[in-house]
């Protein structure tokens, strides 16, 4: 089972790219999938889970109204849309699946992990 996330590595503030995870090895169309991310000298944190149908999604306070999390079941892709950046939101972003419920996600206990991908916000 692979994670392999991709996306625009470098932004100017206010920018909106979008963050791709791609799975393979297995489907994932029925499983709680998110995404992480980890600033330097941070934790890794929490920023955003779906669950398999797209009824229950959820967002870490620093995000909410700015990200949106989204799915496509039929290509086990999960995406991000980060909107309005700001240079805080530098970190390396994770993908993270196989929970069976979004609180799996979001607790960082489900199965499998992407390697991460560097995204750098310019002021």
């Known amino acids: 089972v692979q994670l392999v996330e991709s996306g625009v590595g470098s932004v100017p503030a206010g920018g909106s790219p979008r963050l791709s995870c791609a799975a393979s090895?297995?489907?994932?169309?029925?499983?709680?999938i998110g995404w992480f991310r980890q600033s330097p000298g941070e934790i890794r944190d929490f920023v955003a889970a779906i669950n398999w149908s797209a009824e229950r999604i959820y967002y870490a306070d620093s995000v909410k109204g700015r990200f949106t999390i989204s799915r496509d079941n039929a290509e086990n892709t999960v995406y991000l849309q980060k909107n309005s950046l700001k240079p805080e939101d530098t970190a390396v972003y994770y993908c993270?699946?196989?929970?069976?419920?979004?609180?799996?996600?979001?607790?960082?206990?489900?199965?499998?992990w992407g390697k991460g991908i560097q995204v750098t916000v310019s002021s």
């Open positions: 090895g297995r489907s994932f169309s029925r499983d709680a």
């Open positions: 993270i699946a196989g929970g069976i419920t979004t609180r799996q996600v979001i607790a960082g206990t489900a199965n499998y």
